[in-house]
């Protein structure tokens, strides 16, 4: 049985994958990694579980269900890896932003989604060892509750050939539902209301699972296996 964390791991040690190359980065890393888990543990609540399910090393495909603009953050937080990010090429117009966001490992593409740009982009950062994370639904939910998966997906998987990471966020919709004009926390010494995070790592999936299935079933196991995962978040969310 998985542990259930009241606040986040500890900052996950440097990687052997290449990701971390210089002191400075490490400790800036470090310095992002607390600023951050003090922040959504004190401001939303969050806790996590399921990080001993993921590989220390090697290529890792990470699918989570995506509820909020909020999700990349708690996702890392309970990753015990440092994970590449896809992002939209026009948040990096900004020299400063994208300065920042490529500091945390944000990758950039021309669309959300699992689109062939961005499968390009995601089997370069595997075939380097990293840890990728994709939000196969291909755009924030409008009503909380997961959307049919992109099929491009399904093309990923094929060609990944690295093992996958079912990840489930739960309360980010309530925290900051797709047209809120900002995020409302739930903070740790309040009440417990709606806008509690929390974030469950799955079990990894061997790739050679789907080998032999259609598109339709890759779909609906991966889907389901998302959701199982975001179910037990959903649990794990202090009430």
Not at 46 to 63: A, D, F, Q
Not at 116 to 136: H, M, N, S, W
């Amino acid at each position: 049985m998985n542990q259930l964390n009241a606040a986040p791991p500890s900052a996950p040690a440097p990687e052997q994958d290449g990701i971390v190359n210089s002191l400075g980065a490490r400790l800036w890393h470090k310095f992002c990694y607390i600023l951050q888990a003090h922040l959504f543990t004190l401001g939303f609540s969050l806790r996590t579980e399921g990080g001993r399910h993921v590989p220390r090393s090697g290529p890792v495909l990470v699918v989570a269900n995506h509820q909020s603009f909020l999700d990349p953050v708690p996702i890392g937080l309970a990753f015990p890896r440092r994970l590449i990010y896809l992002a939209r090429k026009t948040l990096f117009r900004n020299p400063v932003f994208s300065w920042l966001i490529r500091s945390l490992n944000a990758v950039p593409i021309d669309q959300e989604g699992v689109g062939k740009e961005g499968i390009r982009t995601i089997l370069d950062q595997l075939k380097l060892g990293k840890a990728v994370l994709v939000f196969p639904e291909g755009e924030r939910t409008l009503t909380g509750r997961m959307n049919p998966l992109k099929p491009g997906v399904h093309l990923l998987i094929k060609k990944a050939h690295a093992p996958i990471i079912p990840i489930g966020i739960a309360g980010a919709y309530d925290a900051w539902p797709r047209g809120g004009a900002c995020p409302v926390p739930a903070p740790v010494f309040w009440p417990a209301w709606k806008g509690t995070i929390a974030v469950s790592v799955g079990a990894a999936i061997d790739p050679t699972r789907f080998a032999n299935m259609s598109r339709e079933q890759v779909l609906d196991e991966l889907f389901h296996a998302i959701a199982e995962v975001q179910q037990r978040a959903e649990k794990l969310r202090r009430q």
